[in-house]
């Protein structure tokens, strides 16, 4: 099974440098979002409030 590590600001940053595949989640709500964010070349939104969407749903179950 893959397990997620976590990493500190200086490992995020060799691996943008670098160019290296990152993928970020970020889990932060939509107000904080809009405030500031990473840019990147790929981004996820659609997949993400559709996700957000559905946690929803399974909240209110």
């Known amino acids: 099974m893959n397990q997620l590590q976590g990493m500190d600001a200086a490992q995020l940053a060799r ?6 595949p990152t993928f970020i989640l970020d889990v932060r709500n939509e107000t904080d979002y809009a405030d500031w964010k990473i840019e990147g070349r790929q981004l996820w939104r659609t997949v ?14």
């Open 15 to 20: 691996r943008v440098l670098n160019q290296a």
């Open 48 to 61: 993400l409030k559709r996700s957000r969407k559905r946690a929803e749903t399974l909240v209110k179950l």
